[in-house]
Nanobody, 124 residues
């Protein structure tokens, strides 16, 4: 049973930074690509970033490119999302996602498991 537990969400001022963490368990972490999505109030869930199972490749949504960085620590079975220069438009529940299949890097459009989310609120 794959479990994903996000943490790190909180209230932060515009222009600030925040790091989200997602602890994974239930299978061999290093074999699976990971990603982050978000859902703002009244909007659909959207892709934010993904990192390949090897950690050698990343992909970002245009809206966060240059401000957010996804990374993974395979020793800790954890994926991170470093968020800088936050704006009120980044306010959302952030969800961690894990690709369902091994050695498959497409988290954005692939089958995946979800965490329960962590709330990030950016005040102006």
């Amino acid at each position: 049973q794959v479990q994903l537990v996000e943490s790190g969400g909180k209230l932060v001022q515009a222009g600030g930074s925040l790091r989200l963490s997602c602890a994974a368990s239930g299978r061999t972490f290093t074999l699976y690509a990971m990603g982050w999505f978000r859902q703002a109030p009244g909007k659909e869930r959207e892709f934010v970033a993904q990192i390949s199972w090897s950690g050698g490749s990343t992909l970002y949504a245009d809206s966060v490119k240059g401000r957010f960085t996804i990374s993974r620590d395979n020793a800790l079975n954890t994926v991170y999302l470093q968020m800088n220069s936050l704006t009120p438009e980044d306010t959302a529940v952030y969800y961690c996602a894990a690709q369902r299949y091994t050695f498959t890097d497409n988290v954005r459009n692939g089958e995946k498991y979800w965490g329960k989310g962590t709330l990030v609120t950016v005040s102006s």
